[in-house]
């Protein structure tokens, strides 16, 4: 893809994620909102770094009610391993460092945060790939990571990039 035609993408994909996040975020008072920037150049000792250029934009909120917290996400995503996702999640981590996750959106492999796995995988069935997810999380952690969002990353990671394909700091 040429450089001009990855600008204008961007451009395209930012505009859009913009409007949609608006819409989304409309009629929520007490609510957290961060973002993160993917790519695979922010992956750490894994090959995507190396054969990937896949990149995205994520968009959370976070809403606290009470004992609750809830993590709304969507994001977009340009993969060019066209294979089918595997796992999201939030490590706890700064950049250029992995770290544990600690919000587990999905995953098809069985953890402790997680022991019933996802049964399959989510297909990608072009390289453009929208990812929508909604999770109760624990109030300290979501806490944690609204005060804290750059100690925290987004991890996406696929049958092709099995350690992550993309990844991006969270930030406000």
């Given at each position: 893809?040429?450089?001009?035609?990855?600008s204008?993408?961007?451009?395209?994909?930012?505009?859009?994620?913009?409007?949609?996040?608006?819409?989304?975020?409309?009629g929520?008072?007490?609510?957290i909102?961060?973002?993160?920037?993917?790519?695979?150049?922010?992956?750490?000792?894994?090959?995507a770094?190396?054969?990937?250029?896949?990149?995205?934009?994520?968009?959370a909120?976070?809403?606290?009610?009470?004992?609750?917290?809830?993590?709304?996400?969507r994001?977009?995503?340009?993969?060019?391993?066209?294979?089918?996702?595997?796992?999201?999640?939030?490590?706890?981590?700064?950049?250029?460092?992995?770290?544990?996750?600690?919000?587990?959106?999905?995953?098809?492999?069985?953890?402790?945060?997680?022991?019933?796995?996802?049964?399959?995988?989510?297909?990608?069935r072009?390289?453009l790939?929208?990812?929508?997810?909604?999770?109760?999380?624990?109030?300290e952690?979501?806490?944690?990571?609204?005060?804290?969002?750059?100690?925290?990353?987004?991890?996406?990671?696929?049958?092709?990039?099995?350690?992550?394909?993309?990844?991006?700091?969270l930030?406000?």
């Open positions: 893809m040429s450089r001009r035609l990855l204008v993408w961007m451009l395209l994909v930012v505009a859009s994620t913009t409007l949609v996040s608006a819409a989304w975020a409309e929520y008072d007490e609510s909102r961060l973002r993160s920037f993917l790519s695979s150049a922010q992956e750490v000792d894994n090959p770094r190396e054969e990937g250029r896949s990149f995205g934009f994520a968009r909120e976070i809403f606290f009610d009470d004992d609750v917290a809830t993590i709304e996400v994001g977009l995503f340009l993969l060019r391993s066209r294979t089918d996702i595997t796992r999201f999640h939030i490590h706890r981590g700064v950049f250029g460092e992995n770290g544990p996750i600690v919000v587990n959106f999905f995953d098809t492999v069985a953890t402790p945060n997680r022991p019933d796995p996802d049964p399959e995988p989510i297909p990608v072009r390289r790939v929208r990812l929508s997810f909604e999770l109760e999380v624990d109030p952690t979501a806490a944690e990571i609204a005060t804290f969002p750059e100690d925290f990353y987004f991890n996406l990671h696929t049958e092709a990039f099995a350690a992550g394909e993309v990844r991006g700091q930030f406000d």
